[in-house]
């Protein structure tokens, strides 16, 4: 007797597996053969992590050298949320689609009023990026639309992201999406050398709108992100410095100890940053 089988489970499965898929990052060993000959330990960095009361990885990319610098090469490898680092690529994905035009371009505020006083105004995308708002760019990603920024991402090699058109406006909060230290400074790097296939003129908004500090001494460029997930917090700063020595690349991915008080949280990742690359002579 021939067993029959229904395979229309198995092909709803699949078709939902693909829907739920986005953003293929390169593979790990391709990212350290391109950027990478020695990697360091560095205690200072666990030092510093230590003192401020939270655990995780410190990672550096000294271009130049080609050296990696961490107190946690295992962490770096694990993906996580990438959060609000993720309105890099946001950011990116919207210019070369057209939602947005520039970073003078006016997102409206939805007349909801958000615990963030800051929020609750029309923002440009530049200040949107700069206020880190979150109901901006969840609307940007619903205009974009999930075959779009599924399109996109895989051009963009961006982690792996997870998300339908259910998910589309907060697979980056919350959910299975997942980007780690490497694979942020690897994106970071191929965007820095435009080895991302984008337009000048969008490289060269990103490139204005990431900049945080610029001084006679250095150019400090990137994003945060915080995320919240089973209650636990879990803490990004991703991007570069740029010196008369040359750029070099970090991602810093933290959680709060026990006893951290969570009120320091939103700038104690930048200080721990700021802090191990002086240890290591990027700035001064």
């Known amino acids: 007797m021939k067993r029959q089988f229904n395979i229309l489970p198995i092909i709803l499965i699949s078709f939902l597996a693909a829907c739920q898929h986005a953003g293929k990052s390169r593979p790990f060993q391709e990212i350290e053969s391109d950027l990478s000959e020695s990697r360091i330990s560095v205690q200072e960095f666990q030092n510093i992590l230590d003192s401020a009361g939270v655990e995780g990885c410190i990672l550096v990319y000294k ?4 050296t990696w610098l961490s107190n946690d090469f295992n962490w770096a490898e694990i993906g996580r949320l990438p959060a609000s680092t993720f309105k890099i690529p946001n950011s990116i994905i919207a210019l070369e689609t057209g939602v947005m035009e520039s970073d003078s371009s006016i997102i409206p505020w939805d007349g909801h009023k958000r615990w963030l006083d800051s929020w609750n105004k029309d923002m440009t995308l530049g200040e949107a990026l700069q206020f880190s708002c979150v109901p901006c760019y969840q609307r940007i990603a619903r205009e974009v639309g999930a075959d779009r920024m599924r399109q996109w991402l895989d051009t963009l090699h961006y982690g792996q992201m997870v998300f339908d058109s259910n998910t589309i406006d907060k697979f980056w909060l919350e959910g299975n999406s997942k980007i ?13 050398f ?15 709108m990431l900049i945080l500090d610029k001084n006679t001494q250095f150019t400090l460029s990137g994003k945060t992100g915080w995320s919240i997930r089973g209650g636990n917090n879990n803490g990004w700063f991703v991007g570069y410095v740029e ?14 100890g026990t006893e951290f008080k969570m009120d320091f ?5 930048k200080q721990i940053t700021m802090a191990a690359l002086k240890k290591v002579n990027v700035i001064h």
């Open 63 to 66: 271009f130049n050298d080609k």
């Open 180 to 192: 780690s230290p490497y694979e942020q400074i690897d994106f970071l790097k191929r965007l820095y």
């Open 194 to 208: 435009k080895e991302i296939p984008i337009s000048v003129n969008t490289s060269t908004i990103i490139t204005r």
């Open 243 to 256: 010196t008369e020595n040359g750029v070099s690349f970090f991602a810093t991915n933290v959680n709060p």
């Open 265 to 269: 949280f939103p700038v104690i990742r």
